[in-house]
């Protein structure tokens, strides 16, 4: 996942420039980045989706550039104060392979927000647990909390797949 960030981030211009092509035309050109965006996307999802998650991909960056975010950092030092706990196992227990679990403080409070089984044979299970009520303000720091968990455990199933470069991360 890393790798295609990284390729959406280089070549945002680009790719906005052949996603508006997309939507307005209806197709992509035959030459363009996007494809290439695409192919990288495929690596840790089915390529019946990757198409939609590279156009994911490529609206979360441009906003994040237009909003001023540091785009040269990761999402995970752009996070609201949480904690996101990744344990992988050594050996898989089963069909587990690990867990991710997040926690965000919320009123002087920790809450679980999130649970994910990470699995040998298929996509994480996840769970969310929303507190009953929140302040307004509150609701972007809990979205974007819930956003940077999805993307860790894409990642690490991405890891997984793709090698083991990355397990010492967490």
Do not use: N
Not at 10 to 17: D, F
Not at 49 to 72: I, K, N
């Amino acid at each position: 996942m890393s790798e295609a960030r990284g390729f959406a981030r280089q070549h945002l211009t680009s790719l906005s420039q052949d996603l508006l092509h997309w939507k307005s035309r209806g197709v992509l050109p035959k030459e363009c980045r996007f494809h290439q965006l695409a192919e990288l996307v495929a690596r840790y999802s089915s390529e019946e989706d990757c198409y939609q998650m590279a156009e994911l991909l490529v609206t979360r960056c441009s906003l994040e550039a237009t909003a001023g975010a540091d785009v040269t950092q990761p999402p995970s030092t752009q996070a609201p104060p949480m904690d996101l706990e990744v344990t992988l196992f050594d050996a898989p227990s089963g069909s587990v392979r690990g867990t991710a679990t997040l926690f965000l403080e919320l009123k002087g409070k920790a809450h679980k927000l999130a649970h994910a089984t990470l699995l040998t044979d298929a996509p994480a299970d996840v769970t969310i647990t929303m507190p009953r009520r929140i302040a307004e303000e509150d609701v972007p720091r809990v979205t974007g909390a819930l956003m940077i968990f999805s993307d860790r455990v894409r990642e690490v199933q991405a890891d997984d797949f793709l090698g083991p470069s990355s397990r010492g991360a967490g």
